[in-house]
């Protein structure tokens, strides 16, 4: 079976300052790993994907995630932080060689920016 | 393009009532999902369709019913709404096993009371 865990419910930075959030997964196969973010009242906007392809993944908004399969880990990172990062954010697992592909997801981590 | 649409994005029902949520994609995919959105769970799966015609249990399948009508629409169940059924519910759908392509709708908000 896979899981998730964010290590994490919130974390608090200034505007400007790096941003880490922090994933770990366990899974059977080689997982493919995704970030989502969720803003206030919207639904989900996929922000990066590992695939089994580069280890450091570039998402939009300037978001990267590296996959360290030693550590099990899949942290999220920005190196400056925006006031409109401020959301919540998923870390998914999906295992593609279980069968039809369903989605794992954390149980999230609140962003909050402050100015 | 539409994408995952759902229907409706709002609803409020009394203990005991059903009602039926509806999912309609409009880009060919083979997969379908139901989740349920509740704060601090994350989304867990509530049922999940392969492909047309067929249809499995996900994490949380108790007090729903989903019925894969054709390729493009799923739709969730239920026939009588407890109030733990309060919740964010999200359809999506993806064309390939892996899940690279997954596309979520915008949700519904549902209150039982």
């Known amino acids: 079976a896979q899981s998730v865990t964010q290590l994490d419910s919130h974390v608090s930075v200034s505007e400007g300052t790096p941003v880490l959030l922090r994933c770990n997964y366990s899974?059977?196969?080689?997982?493919?790993l995704f970030w989502y973010v969720q803003h206030p009242n919207k639904g989900l906007q996929l922000l990066l994907k590992y695939t089994s392809a580069a280890t450091l993944v570039k998402g939009i908004n300037g978001f990267e995630a590296e996959f360290k399969k030693s550590e099990t880990s899949f942290h999220l990172t920005k190196p400056s932080a925006h006031m409109s990062d401020a959301a919540e954010y998923f870390c998914v697992v999906s295992d593609p060689n279980s069968g039809y592909s369903t989605l794992t997801f954390g149980k999230g981590t609140m962003l909050l920016v402050s100015p | 393009n539409a994408g995952v649409t759902q229907t409706p994005k709002f609803q409020v029902l009394k203990t005991g009532q059903s009602m039926t949520l509806q999912c309609a994609q409009d880009m060919n995919h083979n997969s379908m999902y139901w989740y349920r959105q509740d704060p601090g769970m994350g989304l867990r799966l509530i049922y999940y369709?392969?492909?047309?015609?067929?249809?499995d249990k996900g994490e949380v399948p108790n007090g729903y019913n989903v019925s894969r009508l054709n390729k493009r629409e799923f739709s969730l169940r239920l026939e009588s709404a407890a109030p733990s059924q309060t919740s964010v519910y999200f359809c999506?759908?993806?064309?390939?096993?892996?899940?690279?392509?997954?596309?979520f709708g915008s949700g519904t908000r549902l209150t039982v009371v």
């Open positions: 999506a759908s993806t064309f390939d096993r892996a899940g690279n392509s997954y596309t």
């Open positions: 899974s059977s196969y080689s997982p493919s």
């Open positions: 369709s392969a492909s047309e015609g067929t249809t």
